[in-house]
């Protein structure tokens, strides 16, 4: 039978997780797009063996759907926060994950500090500094990156379930 393993993205609006969804389920090489929010929820699958998917789930960033954040993470093994990477993002991110820090208890929570080709982005590690979580950058417009994106989440999730990658 196969067992689906949840994986939540969290962050604000326009932080890039659809896009990272669509880096990590779309073999396309066109990622770059127009802003459409995302509108409560967004999802996507990865297959990683006969037995075992991995079900990503957007969490809608704008903060009108941010009441639903507590039931969409419900169930999570793994919480990808992905942040933009200028300072001012970073402080907010760094609050929504104070908010929301109590419901990750018994996730694996690692970070996404996605947009590194901008300039002006702070480092991996300084934002890693900021949030107090394993934090990696980023440039999830950037098809060259989806190997990278992939061992992010099926490393984090290794110690968690019982996976043959
Ligand atoms: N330059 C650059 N732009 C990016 C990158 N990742 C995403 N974007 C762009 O940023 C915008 C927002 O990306 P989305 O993936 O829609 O953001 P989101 O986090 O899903 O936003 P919500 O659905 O509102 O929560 C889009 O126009 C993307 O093309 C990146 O690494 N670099
Ligand atoms: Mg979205």
Redesign the pocket.
Known sequence: MTQYVKVALM??????????IKLLTDSTSKL???????VGMDCGTITLDEDTKISLV?M???SHFEFMWPDMLQGSRMVVV?TESTPKAVLKTRQLLEKHRHRLDGAQVIAIA?????PGSMKPASVQDLLGIPTYG?????PKQRLKGYKLIVDGLRDMVQVAA
Do not use: F, H
């Open positions: 962050g604000s609006g326009y932080a890039g997780k659809s896009t990272l770059e797009c127009n802003y459409r929010p995302t957007e809608g960033g704008q992905v996605n947009k590194q080709d901008l980023m440039v999830a417009i950037d």
